[in-house]
């Protein structure tokens, strides 16, 4: 009798399936929608990892913004579908949502970023400190998990944690008033070009610089076929957690029937340093 396959494989072939009704097509001449039409090795990439995940959805290239749109939507179900199977991990009262407002005060309902309204507030009445603070404190993440707070019956559970007297300012402490707080921020890019690179690290240092409190996960997922694109957003330090590819696995596959021997060491100095992961290593790096 052949045994199931494990719950992430089947995510991760649903989370596939569900690019290949929207996102990720090819056009008339074959190039897929996340290749660089102008650039041969970006679609002779974008054509393998296709070839790879074993179906062709043949259509017209979405918008820009459509095609975004829709990737966030398609990671943040893939999110929702995963993460609370991991309970068990990393238990709490989760929600995974994706941020379709481009108010840049909607990280205001986070704990960490609760003072950001305050702040914004001051800027719009006094144009010197707008002119100041420019958009340092501007954060619209695409994705976002959230942990919501413990009431003292669920802190108490197991024995008397807390009392009226005791951690009166913990954030996780429902009855302390405060907001649900920010596990992680997804920032979600189907391709990568230059101007998107510094998007997604100037939002992961605004919010490294603009929290008060623990620093959620930042992490950007993507579909770019192009390691030297890739490597922009994935090397180095310090801002961005680590980034997640929507097919690694076929995405070697096609770089190594390539044969471009710059475009595979590049890529494989980006996962063996662990700043490149495929989509279904997500969910167990939410759970730490």
Same mark, same amino acid.
């Given at each position: 009798?052949?045994?199931?396959?494990?719950?992430?494989?089947?995510?991760?072939?649903?989370?596939?399936?569900?690019?290949?009704?929207?996102?990720?097509?090819? #056009?008339?001449?074959?190039?897929?929608?996340? @290749?660089?039409?102008?650039?041969?090795?970006?679609? @002779?990439?974008?054509?393998?990892?296709?070839?790879?995940?074993?179906?062709?959805?043949?259509?017209?290239?979405?918008?820009?913004?459509?095609?975004?749109?829709?990737?966030?939507?398609?990671?943040?179900?893939?999110?929702?579908?995963?993460?609370?199977?991991?309970?068990?991990?990393?238990?709490?009262?989760?929600?995974?949502?994706?941020?379709?407002?481009? #108010?840049?005060?909607?990280?205001?309902?986070?704990?960490?970023?609760?003072?950001?309204?305050?702040?914004?507030?001051?800027?719009?009445?006094?144009?010197?400190?707008?002119?100041?603070?420019?958009?340092?404190?501007?954060?619209?993440?695409?994705?976002?998990?959230?942990?919501?707070?413990?009431?003292?019956?669920?802190?108490?559970?197991?024995?008397?944690?807390?009392? @009226? #007297?005791?951690?009166?300012?913990?954030?996780?402490?429902?009855?302390?008033?405060?907001?649900?707080?920010?596990?992680?921020?997804?920032?979600?890019?189907?391709?990568?070009?230059?101007?998107?690179?510094?998007?997604?690290?100037?939002?992961?240092?605004?919010?490294?610089?603009?929290?008060?409190?623990?620093?959620?996960?930042?992490?950007?997922?993507?579909?770019?076929?192009?390691?030297?694109?890739?490597?922009?957003?994935?090397?180095?330090?310090?801002?961005?957690?680590?980034?997640?590819?929507?097919?690694?696995?076929?995405?070697?596959?096609?770089?190594?029937?390539?044969?471009?021997?710059?475009?595979?060491?590049?890529?494989?100095?980006?996962?063996?340093?662990?700043?490149?992961?495929?989509?279904?290593?997500?969910?167990?790096?939410?759970?730490?």
């Amino acid at each position: 009798m052949k045994s199931h396959s494990p719950f992430l494989t089947e995510a991760r072939r649903s989370f596939h399936a569900a690019l290949l009704e929207s996102v990720l097509r090819t #056009d008339k001449s074959g190039n897929p929608s996340n @290749a660089d039409s102008h650039n041969g090795t970006s679609v @002779a990439i974008a054509q393998g990892i296709l070839a790879r995940l074993g179906v062709e959805a043949k259509g017209a290239r979405l918008a820009g913004q459509m095609s975004g749109n829709q990737f966030e939507a398609i990671v943040c179900r893939f999110v929702n579908e995963t993460f609370p199977h991991l309970s068990h991990l990393r238990p709490g009262q989760w929600s995974i949502q994706q941020i379709t407002s481009r #108010d840049r005060t909607a990280i205001a309902r986070f704990e960490q970023y609760s003072h950001l309204e305050a702040l914004e507030k001051a800027a719009r009445k006094d144009p010197e400190l707008a002119a100041v603070l420019g958009n340092d404190y501007t954060i619209t993440p695409d994705v976002v998990v959230i942990r919501g707070l413990e009431s003292d019956e669920s802190i108490n559970a197991q024995e008397v944690m807390v009392d @009226a #007297d005791v951690s009166r300012l913990a954030s996780l402490r429902a009855t302390n008033g405060g907001q649900p707080i920010l596990h992680a921020s997804i920032s979600c890019k189907w391709t990568i070009r230059s101007d998107r690179v510094q998007n997604a690290r100037s939002e992961a240092l605004n919010l490294i610089r603009n929290r008060k409190g623990r620093l959620p996960h930042v992490v950007v997922v993507t579909g770019e076929p192009l390691p030297s694109r890739l490597s922009a957003i994935a090397l180095g330090t310090g801002d961005i957690d680590c980034v997640y590819h929507f097919a690694l696995p076929e995405l070697q596959g096609a770089v190594d029937e390539l044969g471009h021997g710059d475009a595979k060491e590049s890529l494989n100095i980006m996962i063996s340093g662990k700043r490149l992961k495929d989509i279904s290593d997500l969910p167990l790096d939410l759970a730490i």
